[in-house]
């Protein structure tokens, strides 16, 4: 389960309104208890596709937050990114890069994926999935999501 704050929801979804018609990303720092991952922080970053359709987490930004969950005590346990106008579930693309080039090999093993789907942006429907390998749906695993 991911579990999330109403406030890191909302800053999320602030983000994503203020990006559509664009894909936001963004990291997630907390800590694993088991099966349960606990969101102690939220790190917006910038996207390099500047797309409708795709994200690529600024690397820069990556390496800050990968920092500063370092410097909290924490570590980075997902990452999450919007889709502007379809559903909250992983596309062929998101799948192509939780994986390094080509290869088999996750880029981040065991990182929640939290899609935020701004679709009806009065109603934003957040869903988080493990990602294990390149077969849809095969390689994908709903994880829960709770926001307390």
Known sequence: MLQLTKEQFDRIVAQGREGKPLEICGLLAGKSEGENIVVTEIYPAQSDDKSE????????DYMRAEKAAREAGTQLVGIYHTHPATQPYPSPTDVKQAHWGDSDDLTFPGFSYLIVSLRDVQNPEARSYKIEGRRIPEDIREEPVTIV
């Open 53 to 60: 359709l795709t994200y690529t987490v600024n690397a820069r």
